[in-house]
């Protein structure tokens, strides 16, 4: 019997997954293991380092500048890949810190390309995958580089709300979000303290509430009109693969 | 005999590919088609678009705002990909512009995703190679998030030196460059009057020169020190598939 996590049920929003192809994602995961929150996992800089599935608390890549500067790259959540990027390149180009604690299993980068051989439908859906998270990355770049900061911020929490719904982790009354001001400032490109004015103005405009750990939409539709946010980006409609 | 081309020699970066991979690779190859500059080839929000595989000449992917901003993700050189991230979402979540006439040959997904199948190292490297172009776009999030002006001018200009040097175009003295102001303005977040006062300061400084089409390493190491510029995440080192 093959379980329905979160990765499963991301993948499969992009390749109807075969029975014979679950088995060999399921294969993949080998250790289980936890991390504590806020102990990198992956360092910026480090080699041969192991790839993870997250499957419970979420987790942030970041890049830190030589003058101690940090930009949060983007978070995971249930179901993303961690250090997969890294583990293709010779060292890994950022850090992985769990936000929350953790539990990850680890998968060997020989036995995804083994996979990868056995069935190349899995090799698309994880490019799908990769190409989705390359997506928000850009997104993320037009977020800093063009929109100001209360749209940036209605953008972001949007975005956030659409991937934990594809994983069974939220819906359009809201989410549960262990994130703090200062993540979502090194995130934004914004200082903590403007972080927290721009998120009242938002709570005061009737359009989101984030507090006590949970982002509440107020009034989903004035936010998504708000942030102009077109989610055809985060490519939830259903698999192309069949 | 089969063509050492750009794609060849960067993916090669990564997969010492094998002449029946290079076979499989060569019959991608169908149409060869030519864009002039300033058309787009893909738009944004474009459903069942073609990939291409840039021949010759320079491209740029975009995203417009409502409002008419644009922030260009990232710049195509000879070898690269265009598109490859959209053919596998559902519509095209950027637009792509030649920035001079350019030279493509289109590759049908259906062809690529068979290839995968025949040849799952050639999978690798696709996978590589995306990976690769989504640290670099991690690379323009810290530019324009973390970075000053100068500092990012001369970051990005290097990324650019280092991806043509690895397709033969270029050196640590310099290379051709068909970039105008308003391009480096709205890669960089920048106003075009503000592009031009930063490159006159780098030039002043003894460190590059950007005139009549070509970009000047006039004192490449200590550019490199000014932008912090570690070249890793650019994954140069050498196949780690042998």
């Known amino acids: 019997m093959i379980e329905n996590t979160p990765l499963v049920r991301k993948l499969g929003a992009f390749v109807a997954l075969s029975d014979p192809e679950l088995s060999v994602l399921a294969s993949l995961h080998k250790r289980r293991r936890t991390f504590v929150a806020g102990r990198d996992l992956v360092h910026q800089g480090q080699s041969y380092q192991a790839a993870y599935i997250l499957a419970s608390g979420w987790a942030c890549s970041y890049k830190l500048l030589e003058d101690g500067q940090r930009q949060i790259v983007d978070f995971q959540i249930p179901g993303d890949f961690l250090g997969l990027r890294s583990v293709l390149l010779h ?100 200082s903590a303290v403007h972080v927290n004015r721009v998120l009242r103005q938002l709570r005061e405009a009737g359009m989101i509430t984030f507090r006590d750990g949970f982002v509440a939409f107020d009034d989903y539709d004035q936010l998504v009109k708000f942030a102009q946010f077109d989610p055809s980006y985060m490519d939830h409609k259903g698999p192309i693969l069949r």
């Open 91 to 190: 060292v890994s180009d950022h850090s992985i810190e769990p936000v929350s604690d953790i539990e990850v299993t680890e998968i060997h980068v020989a036995d995804l390309l083994d996979a990868f051989a056995q069935t190349p439908r899995l090799a698309t859906a994880v490019l799908w995958a990769a190409s989705r998270d390359e997506a928000m990355v850009v997104e993320h770049l037009v977020d800093v580089g063009r929109r100001d900061a209360a749209e940036r911020m209605a953008h972001f929490l949007l975005e956030l709300g659409a991937r934990l719904a594809l994983v069974g982790l939220g819906n359009k009354d809201g989410y549960a979000c262990p994130l703090t001001q200062y993540h979502l400032a090194d995130a934004l490109g914004l």
